[in-house]
């Protein structure tokens, strides 16, 4: 038997939710849209490639984390898709946006095999405990001051990423020939993801006035996010304080050595003998999951 526990929390969305819900840390507002048009068709990929692949899992301990996992894994689709749908109905326009988001992984799903897909999974899956860690450890900086309806749905989001963070790989070594496997897909499975980001990102700035944005959305997510982090930690270094600051960055309250750490840990978790359980774990996701068991209102439980 699985360990994971599939939590059915009654998110709701509508069109109060605006489309800039972290005026705080703006960057992180455009981040947290991405991710939401990013979760729904991504978590439909490892469902339908996860059924697709059931058959072939012969392990029976194996077969329980699969069925836990696409379990959790359609609760995040059901949840971000509520989201998704109050930008739609306030940004028409974003629903060709979701089409095109949805056709990149339907074709992956069509044209690619099993081991590629199971892969893809592991490879996306390995980077979100070191990468979510430093989000949860630091969530008053990112996070404090924007919508608590769309802080709670990512964080809540992001512990159970955590909570599963061997699954994927547990799946794709049972299924794949070698421990390398996926690592040789990993440049291709990146080069989709940076494909998809691209699509969304491009969509947002089509269809949602600058006013509401903010800034280009295609541009924070392509260089803003990377370039102001090292704008921020090494100009004071070799040119000295701006006279003008910086827009707040996601990581602004993140030391560089954590952010190193973090990257370090991304890079290495794409290595054939990286293992999630071996990562350092942030210490808010057991206090989230022993709010949920008390009964807490979790739909707002960040931000009250």
Request: proline share 6%; hydrophobic share 40%; charged share 25%.
């Amino acid at each position: 038997m699985s360990d994971l526990v599939i939590r059915k929390i009654p998110w709701t969305f509508d069109t109060a939710v605006p489309f800039r819900w972290q005026p705080a840390n703006p960057l992180m507002g455009i981040f947290g849209n991405v991710f939401t048009f990013f979760a729904v068709p991504f978590e439909q990929y490892i469902i339908g490639a996860l059924r697709d692949a059931e058959h072939l899992i012969t392990d029976p301990a194996v077969a329980a984390e699969c069925r836990a996992f696409v379990r959790q894994e359609a609760q995040h689709s059901s949840a971000h898709r509520k989201h998704l749908n109050s930008l739609i109905k306030q940004y028409p326009g974003l629903e060709e946006t979701r089409r095109e988001v949805t056709d990149r992984f339907d074709g992956l799903l069509a044209t690619r095999g099993i081991e590629f897909h199971v892969s893809y999974i592991a490879d996306i899956e390995a980077t979100f405990t070191p990468l979510f860690k430093v989000f949860l450890d630091h969530r008053d900086s990112i996070f404090g001051g924007g919508d608590p309806r769309v802080a709670s749905l990512i964080l809540w989001h992001f512990v159970e990423e955590i909570e599963h963070r061997s699954s994927g790989l547990a799946i794709c070594a049972h299924l794949t020939s070698s421990r390398w496997t996926r690592t040789r897909f990993a440049p291709a499975t990146a080069g989709h993801v940076l494909g998809v980001i691209e699509t969304i990102t491009r969509g947002f700035d089509r269809h949602v006035p600058e006013a509401d944005r903010g800034m280009s959305a295609y541009r924070a997510m392509r260089s803003d996010v990377v370039l102001s982090e090292l704008r921020a930690r090494l100009r004071p270094r070799f040119r000295g304080p701006r006279r003008n600051p910086l827009p707040a960055r996601i990581f602004h309250d993140v030391s560089t050595r954590e952010l190193a750490g973090m990257i370090g840990r991304l890079i290495a978790s794409q290595a054939p003998y990286h293992n999630p359980a071996d990562q350092p774990l942030p210490e808010w996701a057991a206090v989230w999951m022993r709010a949920y068991e008390r009964g807490a209102d979790m739909t707002t439980f960040f931000g009250r």
